[in-house]
């Protein structure tokens, strides 16, 4: 069963704007991850936070973790048309199998 | 980083028919890999989990008659669509870990429909 409930479903942008997506779960975390996928494609891994972590940059990338809300958030600063794609968090509970939330569709125009 | 190749990335295949998707670790040993099914516009719902040397762990719901999953190597594990029907179109996407707790690497997925 999915993990997590994403927020929005869908975004639209402007180039240049940031976008920030929102994944809410259930139960308790080893850690929170990112992907990314492009339509028809494999998943990319963006970035880990793990359950002891509150917040963690990569580049442009930017995560929060709430465990007492059991809640996240991905920002992405400066958005692209690349970075036109699907967005998914997963997690990891007590095992080693990866669940994941219901994805966020960003849209990124020129 | 670590590298996980899926093959076929399409396939077409007649109704009742058996069709085989491979997925292999080329850099690294995967002593687990797990298979996902997504489809359109929907998040990836994980079919099973597939153990190297051992039987996969299929999710609830899942036939693991229809969908045989096997392991034989610590790089190689291999998932067969049995007599599939046209419900059994998707995208199937595996996926392993190099390292616990690490992020998880994806093959690029098999679109796989049945006509």
């Known amino acids: 069963s999915q993990q997590g409930e994403e927020d929005p479903q869908a975004l639209s942008i402007q180039e240049g704007e940031n976008a920030t997506m929102n994944c809410s779960y259930k139960t308790s975390i080893n850690n929170l991850q990112w992907y990314r996928q492009n339509s028809g494609r494999g998943l990319v891994h963006l970035i880990l936070?793990?359950?002891?972590?509150r917040e963690k940059h990569s580049g442009r990338l930017r995560v929060t973790l709430d465990t007492s809300k059991k809640s996240s958030s991905l920002l992405i600063t400066a958005s692209r048309a690349a970075d036109t794609a699907s967005y998914f968090c997963?997690?990891?509970?007590?095992?080693?199998?990866?669940?994941f939330g219901t994805g966020t569709q960003l849209k990124v125009e020129l | 980083g670590a590298v996980v190749s899926q093959h076929p990335s399409w396939v077409i295949c007649k109704s009742g028919t058996s069709v085989k998707i491979e997925c292999r670790s080329l850099d690294f040993q995967a002593t687990t890999m797990f298979w996902y099914r997504q489809f359109p516009k929907q998040s990836l719902m994980l079919m099973a989990t597939?153990?190297?040397?051992?039987?996969?762990?299929?999710e609830q719901g899942v036939e693991k008659d229809k969908f045989l999953i096997n392991h034989a190597s610590l790089t190689l594990s291999t998932l067969t669509v049995t007599s599939a029907h046209p419900e059994d179109s998707s995208f199937y996407i595996c996926s392993a870990s190099e390292e616990r707790d690490y992020g998880y690497t994806f093959g690029s997925g098999t679109r796989l429909t049945v006509v």
């Open positions: 597939s153990n190297e040397g051992s039987k996969a762990t299929y």
């Open positions: 997963a997690s990891t509970g007590g095992g080693n199998k990866l669940t």
């Open positions: 936070i793990r359950s002891n972590e």
